[in-house]
């Protein structure tokens, strides 16, 4: 990583090389600006720590290399939706790979830590979770981690960015002086903890959705409809998170020489929560799955309940039927034609109708 900032140092001497740019309004996208200013509707957003403090933020991009020149510096800059000609102006200096610049402007990359010679290419994904709909979004961002500099890409503008600088500004200050340690671990922390926050809600849709199975008022369609909603979101959830175990670990490594020995502990409480939150994911999956398998078995033995039911009814109608139809035949029988047969073949019809009832009350057919 010190080959690649030394070059930055050697060709801003030599005055080439250096990134033309200049400070506009937050607000609005300057036409007639230099080529890195016009990387869509945000703006360079930048940031210089010097002796674990921050120095200044919001400064123009062209003074990057100034920065760098100087040893006791580490920079950040952030860029939102770069083409890969603006891209390049920044890979330049930093000396980046083509291919990890390529990985960044390409879309829905899968997370992943990638090593080379000058730099790191980290890729993961903030995402966010609809509780009306229990759709997961999620917003890319790519992740350039020189010795001195850390530079993110951004996707789009739905990855939020002052809630990252917020979260840098949460942690403890005197981590500050382990530069771009401190910066990445705020990053992948930043990360972790939205999808924690995912996994929570999704665990929590899921349980309003186990009380809707046995709701009085079946409610088959909606179960069914959030059930493969939120089953929706927990595989993209799981894509996201499960390589995140394999991302921190690689970083923490030693020969990578970025977590310094303080920060490690840090870095161990990310990975904790990469872990709980992917084995929480693999719980929810099979819950999700159970859920859908309750819910099938409850419409059957629904199903099964009103059969029963008519079944029970249908005896019960069929003997009066049978009764009343013998009574109906056209040829003398006991009682014919007089009034104690009719009321012998009334009490004998109301007796097997209440007969029927009682047996299959008590055997809870109705």
């Not at 080439?16 to 200049?22: V, Y």
């Not at 890979?91 to 790191?120: I, T």
């Not at 993961?124 to 979004?137: H, I």
């Not at 009764?323 to 109301?350: C, D, H, K, M």
Request: aromatic share 8%; with cysteine; net charge negative.
């Amino acid at each position: 990583m010190g080959e690649a900032i030394a070059g930055v140092t050697e060709r801003d001497a030599g005055g080439s090389g250096r990134i033309d740019g200049r400070q506009v309004e937050q607000c609005r996208v300057d036409p007639d600006a230099d080529p890195l200013n016009r990387v869509g509707r945000a703006l360079p957003r930048t940031r210089v720590y010097r002796g674990g403090k921050l120095e200044a933020e919001g400064f123009p991009v062209a003074q990057i290399s100034d920065y760098l020149a100087q040893s006791d510096t580490v920079v950040w800059l952030d860029l939102c939706a770069p083409r890969p000609d603006e891209l390049h102006i920044i890979s330049d200096e930093l000396n980046l790979s083509s291919l990890a610049v390529e990985d960044a402007v390409s879309p829905r990359e899968r997370p992943k830590l990638d090593r080379y010679p000058s730099h790191l290419f980290l890729n993961a994904y903030a995402v966010t979770l609809d509780g009306d709909t229990g759709e997961l979004t999620s917003h890319e961002v790519g992740a350039f981690i020189t010795e001195r500099a850390l530079v993110t890409v951004r996707a789009d503008e739905g990855f939020d960015v002052d809630g990252l600088i917020a979260h840098w500004g949460e942690a403890d200050s005197d981590l500050a002086q382990f530069g771009v340690s401190y910066l990445v671990h705020g990053l992948l922390d930043f990360i972790v903890d939205q999808h924690f926050t995912a996994v929570q809600a999704l665990d929590t849709e899921i349980e309003s959705l186990e009380d809707m199975l046995f709701d009085e008022r079946p409610q088959d369609g909606d179960v069914q409809r959030r059930s493969y909603q939120l089953r929706k979101s927990l595989v993209l959830l799981r894509r996201l998170v499960l390589p995140m175990r394999e991302v921190v670990n690689t970083i923490m490594r030693r020969d990578l020489h970025l977590v310094d020995t303080e920060m490690a502990p840090y870095y161990q409480d990310v990975y904790d929560h990469v872990l709980r939150a992917t084995e929480w994911t693999e719980s929810l999956r099979d819950l999700v799955t159970t859920v859908l398998e309750t819910n099938l078995t409850i419409q059957g033995n629904r199903l099964n309940m009103i059969m029963k039911r008519l079944t029970g009814w249908a005896a019960i109608i069929a003997v009066p039927t049978a009764i009343t139809g013998f009574y109906g035949q056209n040829v003398p029988y006991p009682g014919f034609g007089r009034e104690w047969g009719f009321l012998v073949s009334v009490a004998v019809l109301v007796a097997c109708a209440v007969t029927l009832y009682t047996i299959f009350k008590r055997r809870d057919w109705l």
